[in-house]
């Protein structure tokens, strides 16, 4: 099974800010990375598709890169309404795995 | 618009079979190459892949839950289930079904329901 690492499991950043998020694969899985953000008693939603892809409908502040078995989540401006947790998810193989979470709060 | 929408109990006995059952509107799960996937969260968790049905009927799950899942689809009722069975505490989760469709070439979830609570308790 492919094991999905991030970092940090949790930050602090302000409105106006930028944070980065990073998400790690014990083995290669090409570009086959997803990036999910979840409030909660909400649904996730899916943010990035394929490393770097935005989902339509997600704003532009948000944008991913990486390939292989480093990728990164970018949130540049922070808005209110982006704190909330972040999953990365590899879609290479079955099982499907995500990583651990990175909850980001309001400094 | 797909909509995605879990039912079933809420509370289930340890060592009975958890059955889910989760309601597509919006697009025939039987159409497009399209799976219909079951995901769970225990509390203060992550996200676990529990398994999934291909739009043609064939499924796969996750290897560490064993031989406990079962995943089927119900055409006419445009429907998809879960049963989990021998459950135990570790089961306690929020359940999720959704949908990973192929976006340019890849697959990803795409859109999900807003997620079940169930307890294992007695």
């Known amino acids: 099974d492919i094991q999905m690492t991030q970092s940090p499991s949790s930050l602090s950043a302000s409105v106006g800010g930028r944070v980065t998020i990073t998400c790690r694969a014990s083995?290669?899985?090409?570009?086959?990375l997803n990036w999910y953000q979840h409030k909660p008693g909400k649904a996730p939603e899916l943010l990035i598709y394929?490393?770097?892809s935005l989902q339509s409908g997600v704003p532009s502040r948000f944008s991913g890169s990486g390939s292989g078995t480093v990728f990164t989540l970018t949130i540049s401006s922070l808005q209110p309404e982006d704190f909330a947790t972040y999953y990365c998810?590899?879609?290479?193989?079955?099982?499907?795995?995500f990583g651990q979470g990175t909850k980001l709060e309001i400094k | 618009q797909v909509q995605l929408q879990e039912s079933g109990p809420g509370l289930v006995k340890p060592s009975q079979t958890l059955s889910l059952t989760c309601t597509v509107s919006?697009?025939?799960?039987?159409?497009?190459?399209?799976?219909w996937s079951w995901l769970r969260q225990p509390a203060g968790k992550g996200l676990e892949w529990i398994g999934r049905?291909?739009?043609?009927?064939?499924?796969d799950h996750n290897p560490s839950l064993r031989s406990r899942v079962t995943i089927s689809m119900e055409t006419s009722k445009n429907q998809f289930s879960l049963n989990l069975n021998s459950v135990t505490a570790a089961d306690t989760a929020i359940y999720y079904c959704?949908?990973?469709?192929?976006?340019?070439?890849?697959?990803?979830?795409?859109?999900w329901g807003q997620g079940t609570l169930v307890t294992v308790s007695s």
């Open positions: 049905v291909h739009s043609t009927g064939n499924s």
């Open positions: 919006g697009v025939s799960i039987s159409s497009g190459s399209v799976y």
């Open positions: 998810q590899q879609s290479y193989t079955t099982p499907r795995s």
């Open positions: 083995q290669s899985i090409s570009r086959y």
């Open positions: 959704a949908r990973e469709g192929m976006i340019v070439g890849l697959y990803a979830i795409d859109n």
């Open positions: 394929t490393a770097s």
